[in-house]
């Protein structure tokens, strides 16, 4: 059974960093790319990032391009985003999710999310 | 950047037939995927390729792409099929996943 998840949501100051992770297990992690969604409160889906199977390519939204970064490692089954520089705008549920192989570019399988809540 | 743009709300009659759109420029020369979300749950992906139907996805749920407007077909509604429906595509100009704002569908 395919398992996302993630960890490190909570509530921070505007202008600090938080890092997100995203355990993954059920499935063959260095196969699949994997991306960031988030939902803002009463909101649509906005994609934040994403990074290829083996991580050598990564991709960011505009609105959060120079300010995330994305990684994993293959070893530890593991995804995560590094938000710096952090934004009330940014506050949201932060979805990880996996795409069903390496050259594909939807979600196949999502995490519960964690909320990320920027807030002096 | 790419845009996809999609009603903000669907009504429909349990038992009819419920179509949600989701428009782009040549939309028809990309692979739309769809989401269902229900309130306080994460996504589920109910139609992927424009028209795949992952192993979990009821046969009443298709999906169709052509021009400028990415379909999915719901036939013959019931009452679980209340939620919010997202349309999404990979833009290769941009390197984008990009996301429609999304459309509730109400059962009335």
């Known amino acids: 059974e395919v398992q996302l998840l993630e960890s490190g949501g909570r509530l921070v100051q505007p202008g600090r960093s938080l890092r997100l992770s995203c355990a993954a297990s059920g499935f063959t992690f260095s196969s699949s790319a994997m991306t960031w969604v988030r939902q803002a409160p009463e909101k649509g889906l906005e994609w934040v990032s994403a990074?290829?199977?083996?991580?050598?390519?990564?991709y960011y939204g505009d609105s959060v391009k120079g300010r995330f970064t994305i990684s994993r490692d293959n070893s530890r089954s593991t995804l995560y985003l590094q938000m710096n520089s952090l934004r009330a705008e940014d506050t949201a549920v932060y979805y990880c999710?996996?795409?069903?192989?390496?050259?594909?570019?939807?979600?196949?399988?999502w995490g519960q999310g964690a909320l990320v809540t920027v807030s002096s | 950047s790419y845009v996809l743009t999609q009603p903000l709300s669907e009504s429909v009659a349990p038992g009819k037939t419920a179509k949600i759109t989701c428009g782009g420029n040549n939309i028809g020369t990309k692979s739309v995927h769809w989401y269902q979300q229900k309130p306080g749950q994460a996504p589920v992906v109910v139609i992927y390729?424009?028209?795949g139907r992952p192993s979990g996805t009821p046969e009443r749920f298709s999906g169709s792409n052509s021009g400028n407007t990415a379909t999915l077909t719901i036939s013959r509604v019931e009452a679980g099929d209340e939620a919010d429906y997202y349309c999404q595509v990979w833009d290769s100009s941009s390197d984008h996943w990009v996301f429609g704002g999304g459309t509730k569908l109400t059962v009335l």
């Open positions: 390729y424009d028209s």
């Open positions: 999710a996996k795409a069903p192989y390496g050259g594909s570019y939807h979600v196949d399988y």
């Open positions: 990074i290829t199977a083996n991580g050598d390519t990564t």
